[in-house]
């Protein structure tokens, strides 16, 4: 791993997180291009993953006057507090010290995840049923996934929804009979997939369901000449094993590093 290829996965992370983002009936969307990282905020929704910073320090040095900048984007935004991501391929020194000055605190590292497709992905040995879906399956998709991270903000919903169908992404359902037990989506980008949202109901999981839209996913990768693939989690360590990280991981994924998430309190 170098700081070219980080900065594809970044760019690419960025670029699927940001069009989740946009005209959501009664909630407020705001996003920006800030040194070339992109900030997305949903103030409304007080979680981290929804008000963060990706990419940022690979077009240009992270300067005092850039972390001010950000800072003022999500206080005009109105959210509570935000998180910036910073990939360890953008070193520069005395940037952590910088950060403290300037009000921010590392909070946990989520880890990166990719690999490099050398042959063509085999088709899910499933006996689920597995459909890409359109926009009338939006809802159940959404709701799919807000239950299955026990998610309770209500606001998530038509996020979620309105998701589906947007440029560069395709969804998924798992079926165990009639009954949809699982989603999951994928964004494709010319250098770059994304693995994005995925989870599956909780009365639902051991049948293998996030296997298959694994793999499936792969698989239109693939198809669609797409090598690189990419995906995040939570850092999985001893003492917090995260299961998707090693789903991740037994479909060819390796870690390609951890980023430091620095966490700032406005309100």
Known sequence: MNKALSQILEHSEALYWSRVYGEVPGLPTYTRNIQGAIACSIPQIDMLALNRVIGLGFEEAVKPETLEEIKNFFRQAGAPRFFIQLSPHVPQEGLSEMMTEHGFKLHNRWAKLWQELEKEPLEPNTELSLVEIGKADAKTYAEIIKKSFGWEQEGLLPLLS??????????????????????????????????????????????????ALLQIRLKKAWDNGVRLIHSETA??????????????????????????NWICVLA
Do not use: C, W
Not at 199 to 204: D, R, V
Not at 242 to 259: D, H, I, K, L, P
């Open 162 to 211: 309105e998701s589906v169908g947007k440029k560069g992404y395709t969804h998924y359902l798992a079926y165990h009979g009639e009954t949809a037990i699982a989603a999951a989506a994928l964004h494709l980008y010319p250098d770059a997939a994304a693995m994005a949202f995925a989870g599956t109901l909780p009365e639902y999981r051991g049948l293998g369901a996030q296997n």
């Open 235 to 260: 850092e999985n360590t001893l003492d917090n094993p995260v299961a998707s990280y090693r789903n991740m991981v037994r479909n060819g994924f390796q870690e390609a590093y951890t980023r430091d």
